[in-house]
């Protein structure tokens, strides 16, 4: 059984472009949780760091661009913010794949903590090569 200290974390570097946003999701909550190694224990972190770029290139099916909404609250009375996708796409995309692996992961501290490896960027350029990732095809 792997102690929580012994598994060594690879980077992952991932392109979304023309990629189906429910799959992509799916397929990085796994690399997250770490479900791809031997050694895969569900009450410890022993999953990868995911790099995700061209995050506005995401590709989504059926009418979702225009009837998927999101929301969130500002705290304050009838604080309600309601934003389709095509208008999230616009504003900010990285949100977009980051809020569809959070609805995948765990609901507790330990989905908490593997969700800070997951680094989403709009466009090409990220600031992870010192950790040399390694390009992953999904």
């Known amino acids: 059984m792997p102690r929580p200290g012994d598994a060594e974390k690879e980077w992952f570097v991932v392109d979304a472009r023309d990629m189906v946003l429910g799959r992509l999701a799916s397929k990085i909550a796994s690399i997250l949780k770490g479900k791809h190694r031997p050694a895969y224990t569900p009450h410890i ?9 061209n995050a506005e290139k995401i590709r989504v099916t059926g009418r979702k661009e225009t009837d998927k909404l999101y929301h969130h609250h500002t705290g304050h009375p009838g604080g309600l913010k309601t934003i389709s996708l095509a208008d999230q796409r616009e504003r900010h995309p990285e949100r977009i794949i980051a809020g569809a692996v959070k609805g995948m992961m765990p609901k507790n501290p330990l989905g908490r903590d593997m969700l800070k490896k997951l680094k989403v960027y709009v466009g090409e350029d990220h600031p992870h090569a010192a950790q040399k990732p390694v390009a992953l095809k999904l």
């Open 45 to 53: 972190d022993c999953g990868d760091n995911v790099v995700v770029i």
